[in-house]
């Protein structure tokens, strides 16, 4: 085997070992890692779309194109790691000289990779690379077909919740409107059964968002849902009831609080999302002391017992918002969430305010309250 030949066998062995490598990373690997050849394969597709979305004027024309983004991104990783492995094999086919051109070289790769074994091997080396690339193909077609389950499984857990909160919040979903039913429903003490369902929520969509990243893209059934908006809704909700709100104090919303803006944050880290990890009360928020303040006016009108201190309300609302506000509004924006008071991206809005957030990399698990 010549030097050309010898470079030619070890380069289409790592592309063969970079693709595997890859597929390992996306399907099988049960934490999350940002693999550049699935996020490159992402980015193509929604490149295309973007083509697409310059047609639309309207959100549900968005919605409807964008519903298709995360299928059929996921479905195009298999056609292209086995093109890949196909390449890297016929390489390696060429490289050990048993086969007289790279027509050749390419047709008896695909005749492994696809198991149709139309082309014979030329002799034991050739067999060999035979078997370990149709045995390459199989594991990575059996692979999707156990992903698919794993995938729409989470799925269902994270929309079922989504879907109850609209009879709790409304749609779009509003921790204004969420509070005011549980007045007039339930009672603000039913609140505490509200908060332990939804840390466990967020503790599931951490681990499987992160590890079935295609998930985040993943958009609800109806148009108007999404599961950043709900956790918007949720996460507010006990930031008020924390702040503002007249009722005695409930451990299991701060501890609800805090399992959801790790767990956007942990998401956002996977995508390379930038914030703040160490905020204080005093840094800036994209809602404005006016937005609070009707808020407050609005739940004191319904009957809401309120603290009398806004200016210190407005302090501890704002020491809790800080600690999820970029993240949340950044997921908003690359999820193409639909408004949602507070909770979606809120350079939607006509006269919305617009923050620049400054970047960190790690999050904290201690609420910044003064």
Not at 199 to 227: G, K, Y
Not at 245 to 268: E, H, K
Request: proline share 5%.
């Amino acid at each position: 085997m010549d030097l050309l030949r010898l470079f030619v066998f070890i380069f289409g062995g790592a592309i063969v070992a970079r693709t595997v490598f890859s597929a390992i990373q996306t399907f099988v690997l049960p934490r999350g890692a940002n693999d550049r050849l699935s996020r490159f394969i992402f980015q193509i597709v929604f490149g295309l779309f973007r083509v697409l979305l310059r047609k639309t004027r309207t959100y549900g024309q968005r919605d409807r194109i964008m519903a298709f983004y995360a299928p059929i991104s996921l479905l195009a990783l298999i056609p292209i790691y086995l093109i890949l492995i196909m390449l890297g094999f016929a390489g390696m086919f060429w490289a050990v000289g048993n086969v007289g051109s790279w027509e050749q070289a390419v047709k008896i790769s695909g005749s492994s990779i696809v198991t149709l074994s139309f082309a014979a091997p030329g002799d034991f080396l050739d067999g060999l690379l035979m078997i370990a690339e149709a045995a390459i193909g199989l594991i990575l077609v059996a692979v999707l077909i156990a992903y698919l389950p794993t995938m729409y499984s989470a799925f269902q857990r994270r929309e079922q919740a989504v879907t109850l909160l609209e009879v709790r919040a409304g749609s779009p979903p509003s921790a204004i409107e969420m509070i005011l039913r549980y007045q007039r429903i339930h009672g603000l003490d039913r609140l505490n059964v509200l908060w332990v369902q939804w840390e466990q929520w967020f503790a599931d969509i951490e681990e499987s968002h992160t590890s079935l990243a295609a998930l985040v893209f993943f958009r609800s059934p109806q148009p108007d849902h999404s599961w950043v908006t709900a956790a918007g809704a949720v996460l507010d909700a006990a930031a008020l009831i924390r702040s503002i709100v007249d009722v005695p104090r409930d451990a299991q919303a701060d501890l609800c609080l805090r399992a959801g803006y790790l767990a956007l944050r942990r998401i956002a880290d996977f995508f390379q999302i930038a914030y703040n990890a160490n905020p204080t009360s005093a840094d800036s928020i994209s809602l404005s002391r006016t937005e609070f303040d009707e808020a407050c006016a609005e739940l004191q009108r319904n009957g809401v017992p309120l603290t009398a201190d806004r200016d210190q309300a407005w302090r501890d609302f704002t020491g809790w918002r800080v600690n999820y506000d970029t993240v949340l509004l950044a997921l908003a924006a690359i999820t193409m969430a639909p408004y949602a008071p507070w909770s979606s991206d809120r350079s939607l809005l006509p006269t919305g305010p617009k923050k620049n957030h400054r970047a960190s990399s790690r999050a904290s698990f201690r609420p910044n309250r003064r």
